[in-house]
């Protein structure tokens, strides 16, 4: 027989073995409280950046709504124990409004409260998202919704942005052009993984639809694009327009890069493709990086 009221919420906790709270002496208002972060004295070194990092939070991508996963930092001068890490959510709570606005714009104006906020010269922030878009079939032109994985890097120095950049990974068919070389009939093929992270102009004007500039780069290129419904007549096209385009990892990173080094609004760019060969237990992978 428990000498707990197994009847009540409490009671069945005490009987599980939860205790009362201590009845402790330290202040219970914020404004006694100790506040060990905001301690000023020489504290050897300068931090260059102290934050978060995995802050689950919504995000608008263009029309869609999305999870953005972010990292958040500021600097931390050496006459300052720490930063006060409350003041970054509060820094993003401020631009909610059904989630925030994935693009450059807001997120310098995150960076700008959060580097008022927490008295620092430097902020920075990354964020991942899914990247959702209207994507047709080749023939039918059937509507559906592509995606691909994209990143915002910005940091900012008082006013000044220091660092803009963007990566956007997606899929894409590969064809093996030594497969269709040796072979009688057929080739392989299989999923390409790319990864473009382009370096942005801090002062440059971007044009509305900067991101499918870049993924149009990633994807045309390709033996083939990817698309979420396919019918006969399209995939009849898919496959036919990948025997005709066929490419090694080497040849799909040297077109891309041949379209964005035409890009008067990108100061560099590093590109690697990753092919999950189909006929190998291996992957395929290729990188390229180039500086203007």
């Not at 300068?46 to 919504?58: A, D, H, M, S, T």
């Not at 964005?260 to 060969?277: K, Q, S």
Request: with cysteine; aromatic share 8%.
């Amino acid at each position: 027989m428990s000498e707990f009221d197994l009847s009540t919420r409490e009671g069945r906790w005490k009987h599980f073995g939860s205790v009362d709270p201590i009845k402790g002496n330290k202040p219970t208002s914020k404004e006694k409280m100790t506040d060990l972060q905001s301690t000023n004295k020489d504290f050897l070194f300068e931090i260059e950046e102290v934050g978060i990092k995995n802050l689950i939070y919504p995000v608008n991508i263009d029309r869609f709504q999305t999870a953005g996963n972010f990292s958040f930092s500021t600097s931390l001068n050496q006459d300052e124990k720490g930063i006060n890490m409350s003041r970054i959510l509060e820094s993003v709570e401020k631009h909610y409004n059904h989630g925030i606005e994935l693009d450059f714009d807001a997120l310098y104006q995150v960076l700008r409260i959060l580097q008022e906020s927490m008295n620092q010269s430097s902020a920075g922030v990354d964020v991942s998202g899914k990247w959702f878009y209207d994507r047709y079939s080749p023939q039918t032109d059937i509507k559906a919704v592509g995606h691909a994985d994209v990143t915002y890097g910005l940091a900012i120095k008082d006013d000044n942005v220091t660092r803009k950049e963007l990566t956007i990974e997606a899929a894409v068919t590969t064809l093996c052009p030594c497969s269709k070389e040796i072979s009688e009939y057929s080739a392989h093929n299989q999923r390409g993984i790319v990864t473009v992270k382009a370096y942005i102009d801090k002062d440059a004007e971007l044009s509305d639809d900067y991101k499918s500039v870049i993924l149009d780069a990633m994807e045309a290129n390709a033996s083939s694009v990817l698309y979420p419904i396919l019918k006969r007549p399209d995939e009849k096209r898919v496959t036919e327009r990948a025997y005709e385009n066929p490419r090694f990892v080497e040849d799909l990173i040297r077109l891309i890069a041949a379209d964005l080094v035409e890009l008067d609004w990108l100061e560099g760019f590093d590109i690697e493709c990753r092919n999950e060969e189909s006929i190998h237990q291996h992957d395929a992978f290729a990188k390229l990086k180039h500086r203007k």
